[in-house]
């Protein structure tokens, strides 16, 4: 968490440290150029905000007629939230990330690598992994039993036909449980000798 914090602090010192440079090495541009230029890019980039807000409200009404989840589409007015913000404030660096999350073009690959790499994991986490499918139906997570190959992975893979059941008057089950170890086992309650 605080290297976040420190990241989104480091963003308004590059933005000084960028117009500093610029205005210093360019003759062009001085500060009144500057500030023009960082006003205007504020200004456009708003207009932009404001079209592609109404574009995913218009989604995201579509998407609730059919009856489905407007995941994208709240994704979206995040991103475009935080795009706003990022070009209210003066400076290059933040104009530059504004652009880039008010794009559709890039827009789309951010919103896939937030929800990849911190919705899912994070909703994973708090559910117990049944966001991902990562869901434990059989056998003990923690146990260290064998599988038929003989390597330790927690769960017991019989396979598609390792097991057999004989039913010719007397219960008979047959488990092959790999090269070396064949089981036959009958039925303790049809075998009176047994007890």
């Not at 574009?55 to 995040?78: I, S, V, Y």
């Not at 706003?84 to 951010?110: C, E, K, Y």
């Not at 992994?129 to 330790?152: E, H, I, Y």
């Amino acid at each position: 968490m605080l290297r976040w914090i420190f990241a989104l602090l480091l963003i308004p010192f590059l933005d000084a440290v960028l117009l500093a440079v610029v205005v210093s090495q360019t003759t062009v541009i001085g500060w009144v150029g500057m500030v023009l230029l960082v006003v205007l890019t504020g200004l456009v980039g708003m207009l932009l905000v404001r079209a592609e807000g109404r574009r995913t409200l218009r989604k995201m009404q579509r998407t609730l007629a059919a009856g489905k989840p407007p995941t994208n589409e709240l994704l979206d007015g995040g991103l475009l939230i935080a795009a706003g913000a990022f070009l209210l404030t003066p400076g290059l660096v933040t104009d530059i990330i504004g652009f880039a999350l008010v794009v559709p073009l890039t827009r789309i690959p951010i919103r896939a690598g937030l929800k990849r790499y911190v919705i899912v994991p994070y909703a994973d986490k708090k559910a117990g992994g049944f966001v991902s499918g990562n869901v434990w139906t059989v056998g003990f997570p923690d146990s260290t039993t064998q599988n038929a190959t003989g390597d330790a992975s927690g769960t017991y893979d019989l396979g598609a036909d390792a097991y057999s059941v004989d039913d010719d008057g007397q219960t008979t089950y047959t488990v092959d449980l790999g090269e070396e170890r064949t089981t036959d086992r009958s039925s303790d309650e049809d075998d009176p000798s047994a007890r």
